[in-house]
């Protein structure tokens, strides 16, 4: 059997023991699927993973960079204690469109703030108007991998926690020489966490129904 293959069927044995039904997520999925996104949202593992971490940390408030169809944001947001918010950037207007329909049917959209256009826009809004995050996951263009960790990290406090997804790309972000600018973009996150202090760093190379990748983390010291 192909590994590619080993890792799909592991992922829906996993999925088959671990997670229950889940009626809202699976709607997000079918409804995005139909509408012709990419299929680049996260697993079912992994948005349960990190709605653990969210639960895990407290986090209360909570940043999503690259919203696709709102799968994550609905899995995250979920997650979230009563009174916890989520800002969600998505730079596609008919993607968006997508996801706030996915986002208005899922029940939890009173705590979702999808804001359209450029990821960095929303950012430099939510910086200048005082935002802090507790919890941030970085998923939108790669190519600005590095410029959206630098600019989680200025909308941190001591404790944040930041998850920066598809660091690995099938290993293709060991090659030094790549001109693929979603590599460039992940090897200039790398270099500039080289230069990081006060934050605690670690990764995960994952396996599943996505290939090959991985997640960083990034936690501020306290
Ligand atoms: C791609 C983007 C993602 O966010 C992801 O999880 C997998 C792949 C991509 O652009 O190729
Ligand atoms: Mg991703």
Known sequence: MQLAE?????????????????????AIAENSAKAGLVPHAVTPLQAEFLALLIRISGARRVLEIGCLGGYSAVAMARALPDGG?????EIDTRTAR???A??????????????????????ERAHAAGAVFDFVFID??????????????????????????N??????????????????????M???AETLDGVEMTALQTVG??????????????
Do not use: C, W
């Open 140 to 165: 939108a263009d790669k190519v600005n991998h590095r410029n959206y960790l630098e600019k989680a990290l200025q909308m941190a406090r001591p404790g944040t926690l930041i998850v920066a997804d």
């Open 167 to 188: 660091i690995v790309r099938g290993g293709d972000v060991l090659d030094a020489q790549s001109r693929e600018n979603s590599v460039l973009g992940v090897r200039q």
């Open 190 to 192: 790398f270099a500039y």
């Open 209 to 222: 129904a996505k290939g090959y990748d991985g997640m960083a983390l990034f936690r501020v010291s306290q």
């Open 98 to 100: 997508v996801a706030q």
């Open 102 to 123: 996915n986002i208005d049917q899922s029940g939890f959209g009173e705590r979702i703030d999808l804001q359209i256009g450029p990821a960095m826009e929303a950012l």
């Open 6 to 26: 080993t890792f799909a069927q592991m992922d829906a044995f996993l999925e088959r023991s671990l997670l229950r039904p889940d009626p809202v997520l699976q």
């Open 85 to 89: 918010s989520l800002l969600t950037t």
